[in-house]
């Protein structure tokens, strides 16, 4: 596919099964067997009805964000653009939809986690100014043991 213009849009339930497909369809993609469930991005969309967003070309869906926030910082994640429509700005556009409408509910500083190993998407988010940050220590605790993650081949 060559140019692709996009329709930027909120990301409602109904876009689901297509942006599961979208996640399925990505090299290296990592899915969580619970929270990227209909019942989790169900209850993710819920929280945060107006701030995840969708790329629509030729009536497909071919990015996607899930973009949430706690009513002080902002979180992005699952950023992806279909492969063969990247270079496009599409991402950006999307990047750019998320940014606004969090300012427009008061957060005022948004996070992200990149894998290392995820070269494409490190290059992108240097490449829109975004900081990285060597100060910090990311931790987790898993609370249920059942929401494994699997990536794509």
């Not at 899930?66 to 991402?91: F, M, P, Q, S």
């Amino acid at each position: 596919m060559t140019e692709h213009k996009a329709v930027i849009r909120v990301m409602t339930m109904e876009d689901y099964e297509e942006v599961y497909r979208l996640w399925m369809g990505i090299h290296g993609f990592g899915i969580r067997s619970v929270d990227d469930s209909r019942e989790g991005v169900a209850r993710f969309l819920a929280r945060n009805p107006s701030t995840s967003m969708v790329a629509v070309a030729d009536g497909a869906i071919v990015g996607a964000i899930l973009c949430g926030h706690d009513g002080r910082r902002g979180c992005l994640y699952h950023v992806c653009v279909k492969e063969a429509c990247r270079k496009n700005g599409i991402g950006q556009q999307m990047v750019k939809a998320c940014l606004k409408t969090l300012k427009e509910e008061h957060v005022n500083k948004v996070n992200l986690i990149a894998f290392r190993e995820n070269g494409v998407g490190n290059r992108f988010w240097q490449g829109l100014g975004w900081s990285f940050r060597e100060d910090v220590n990311y931790y987790e605790c898993v609370l249920n043991s059942e929401n494994v993650t699997v990536y794509n081949p």
